[in-house]
C-alpha cells in the first residue's frame, strides 16, 4: 500500500513567516515531486528530485525552496511567506511502474 | 509542446449516465496516459492509464479510449455512481523517461463531475 505522508493538513500563518511543509514516504522511491494546486484547478509541478542531494525546479516558478537528504523526506521550505503564497501544496512519489502516489496535501493560508 | 488540454471544465450526470471526459496532448513523445480521481480535501488517485500500444483499457466501470493518430484519449465512467463525484485529471508523460524528463507528468486542466442520484 501507498504510504505518503504531509504534515500539516492544514496551516495558517502570518505574513513574513518561514515555514516548512513535510513530506515522507514509506515505499522506497527515488522520484519525488511537489505540486502545486489551487482549489479545483489543474496541478502545476513546482519541484521534484530524482534522489538524494538532487533537486530541480518544476514548471512553475516558485519561491519555496526543497531538500532531499534521505530517500524518504522531501520538505519544502518558504523563508518568508507572502498572501500569493496561499494555496493547496501536494507533495508524490512515484514508483517503478511510472505511478505517481499523491500524499494528502497542506493547504495553506498566508494572511 | 508539453500542454494536456481536457474538457468539459465541468459535467452533471444523472445515476446511471455516462459522462465523457476527454484530453488531448501535443508532445508525440508522451507514451503513458493516466487519469486521476480527486475528492476534496484529499491527494489525486490513479484511476486507470493506457500506453499507446492498444486503443481501449477496461477496468471495472472506467474505460479510457485512445486515439494516437487524432492524440485524443478520454474517460468514459459506465453506470456512474453519486460516489463517483470527484475532480477527474488526465495526464501525459513518459513512461521510462531518462534525463531531465524524468517521468514529470503533465496534467490537463481538470474536470468537475457531479453524479446526481
Known amino acids: 500500500e501507498a504510504d505518503i505522508y504531509q504534515t500539516p493538513r492544514y496551516l495558517v500563518i502570518g505574513t513574513g513567516k518561514k515555514i516548512t511543509l513535510e513530506c515522507s514516504q514509506t515505499m522506497g522511491h527515488d522520484k519525488m515531486y511537489w505540486y502545486q494546486q489551487d482549489p479545483g484547478m489543474e496541478l502545476h509541478l513546482i519541484h521534484y528530485s530524482y534522489g538524494v542531494n538532487s533537486t530541480e525546479k518544476g514548471d512553475l516558478s516558485s519561491e519555496s525552496t526543497v531538500s532531499r537528504i534521505r530517500t524518504e523526506h522531501f520538505p519544502l521550505t518558504l523563508e518568508s511567506a507572502r498572501p500569493s503564497h496561499t494555496s493547496q501544496y501536494l507533495c508524490?512519489?512515484?514508483?517503478?511502474?511510472?505511478?505517481?502516489?499523491f500524499g494528502p496535501g497542506t493547504r495553506l493560508t498566508v494572511l | 509542446q508539453q500542454q494536456v488540454k481536457q474538457s468539459p471544465q465541468s459535467l452533471i450526470v444523472q445515476k446511471g449516465g455516462i459522462p465523457i471526459i476527454n484530453c488531448a496532448y501535443e508532445n508525440t513523445a508522451f507514451d503513458y496516459f493516466p487519469w486521476y480521481q480527486q475528492f476534496p480535501g484529499k491527494g489525486p488517485a490513479l484511476l486507470i492509464a493506457?500506453?499507446?500500444?492498444?486503443s481501449e483499457k477496461k477496468e471495472g466501470r472506467f474505460t479510457i479510449s485512445f486515439n494516437k493518430s487524432a492524440k485524443q484519449f478520454s474517460l468514459h465512467i459506465m453506470d456512474s455512481q453519486p460516489g463517483d463525484s470527484a475532480t477527474y485529471f488526465c495526464?501525459?508523460?513518459?513512461?521510462?523517461?531518462?534525463?531531465?524528463?524524468?517521468?514529470?507528468?503533465?496534467f490537463g486542466q481538470g474536470t468537475i463531475l457531479t453524479v446526481h442520484p
Open positions: 508524490a512519489s512515484r514508483g517503478g511502474n511510472n505511478e505517481q502516489f
Open positions: 495526464a501525459a508523460s513518459r513512461f521510462n523517461a531518462g534525463g531531465t524528463s524524468y517521468g514529470k507528468l503533465t
Open positions: 493506457i500506453r499507446p500500444d492498444v
